[in-house]
Structure formats: structure tokens, C-alpha cells
């Protein structure tokens, strides 16, 4: 039997040319300066992963069911609606940082904006470096 492929995988595309290939003026401004607090928190620069997500950094991870992979510690992803903020469903003071982020919807290892105006950066900045410190730890 064929291993399952992830489609998720780093690629050369070029990061720029996708944040200014988004058509909204607002999410492309927020796009760009998300990208600059992840590069900020995490210390690595944005790569492309697929087709449509800018990640930051990577991991090795392996399930008990044999599949494995790489991922980036965090990223996000401009969608027709949102903004999805790919961080880790279980970092130090989630919940916490969650209560005061502002207006967002939030699922295990997602956070959905529409846009940047709507939240407290500073909490996005601890979240990403909480996220990213906590994602590394998991995955030595």
C-alpha cells in the first residue's frame, strides 16, 4: 500500500509574491505584518508550505501510527473569510491569552481572524512565542 503523501510541505515558492497575490488591501497590510511578528517571535524567516500557508521554522513529528512529517512551528494562512493562525492547541496560558486576544474563533490548533484590527498584538506576540517554544519542546 502507497504512504499517504502530506500535502503540506515546505516549497520554494516565494512568500512575497503570494502575500501580494491576496486581493484585499486590509488582509494582504495584515498578512504582511503577521508575517513579520511570527519572523520576530520565532527567529526563523517565512517559508511557503503548500500552496497557500507561510510558515515559520520546522518539526520533525512521528504518530504512533507510523506516519510522520515535517510542519512549521507556527504559520497562517489567508483565507476567502479569515485569517487562520496555525499555532500549537495546547501552549502555556492558551486559554488565557485566548480571553484577551480579542475578536477571534478559535479551534484546536486554529485561530481565525478577519482581520488585525480586531486583536491585541501583543497577545498575538506571546501567543506565537509560546506557541513556537512549546511546539519545540514537544518535538526534540
Same mark, same amino acid.
Given at each position: @500500500? ?9 516549497? #520554494?515558492?516565494?512568500?512575497?509574491? *503570494? ?27 517565512? #517559508? @511557503? ?5 507561510? $510558515? *515559520?521554522?520546522?518539526? %520533525?513529528?512521528?504518530?504512533?501510527? $507510523? ?8 504559520? *497562517? ?15 502555556? #496560558? ?6 484577551? *486576544?480579542?475578536? %477571534?474563533?478559535?479551534?484546536? $490548533? ?16 506571546? @501567543? ?5 517554544? %512549546? ?6
Amino acid at each position: @500500500m502507497a504512504k499517504a503523501e502530506n500535502k503540506t510541505v515546505e516549497t #520554494k515558492g516565494s512568500v512575497t509574491s *503570494f502575500l501580494n497575490s491576496v486581493a484585499d488591501e486590509t488582509k494582504k497590510k495584515d498578512c504582511f505584518a503577521i508575517a513579520e511578528i511570527m519572523k520576530q517571535q520565532t527567529g526563523f524567516d517565512p #517559508k @511557503m508550505w503548500g500552496p497557500a500557508i507561510v $510558515g *515559520f521554522g520546522s518539526y %520533525h513529528y512521528k504518530y504512533e501510527s $507510523g506516519r510522520e512529517g515535517d510542519a512549521p512551528l507556527v504559520a *497562517f494562512s489567508p483565507r476567502k473569510s479569515e485569517i487562520s493562525l496555525y499555532l500549537s492547541s495546547n501552549f502555556e #496560558k492558551r486559554e488565557e491569552l485566548l480571553a484577551k *486576544f480579542g475578536k %477571534h474563533k478559535a479551534a484546536k $490548533g486554529c485561530v481565525y481572524i478577519k482581520k488585525l484590527a480586531d486583536v491585541d498584538v501583543e497577545v498575538l506576540k506571546k @501567543m506565537v512565542a509560546l506557541s513556537a517554544k %512549546h511546539v519545540k519542546k514537544m518535538y526534540k
